[in-house]
């Protein structure tokens, strides 16, 4: 019912820049937190940064100063750019969503299909 697509990612050299967006459809009645999650190989699914609908964000130590999250809450879209990259940022992102589908239904957590970033000269 409820889809977030993800788009953006790749690969880019260190010192680099990129920009990560993920959008939600389907029957959304309210969106409360969104936010990136970055998985390494090897390692576990980590909390990149989240932003509240009111515009509140919550930035990883890691990647504070380089990335900033954004969202458009009309168009239920989170974003993430990202400067200054390094190799220590490869990993796979997913987007969240904290979707209520009805008033007094939720939140439920849904997730984006991930998508690669790869920091390397």
């Known amino acids: 019912q409820v889809q977030l697509v993800q788009s953006g990612g790749g690969l880019v050299q260190p010192g680099g820049s990129l920009r990560l967006s993920c959008a939600a459809s389907?029957?959304?009645?309210?969106?409360?937190?969104m936010g990136w999650y970055r998985q390494a190989p090897g390692k576990q699914r980590e909390l990149v940064a989240d932003?509240?609908?009111?515009?509140?964000?919550d930035i990883s130590d890691s990647v504070k100063g380089r990335f900033t999250i954004s969202r458009d809450n009309v168009k239920n879209t989170v974003y993430l750019q990202m400067n200054s990259l390094k190799p220590e940022d490869t990993a796979v992102y997913y987007c969240?969503?904290?979707?209520?589908?009805?008033?007094?239904?939720?939140?439920?957590?849904?997730w984006g299909q991930g998508t690669q970033v790869t920091v390397s000269s």
């Open positions: 969240n969503a904290a979707v209520r589908l009805r008033a007094k239904d939720g939140p439920y957590n849904y």
């Open positions: 389907g029957r959304i009645f309210s969106i409360n937190t």
């Open positions: 932003i509240t609908s009111g515009g509140i964000t």
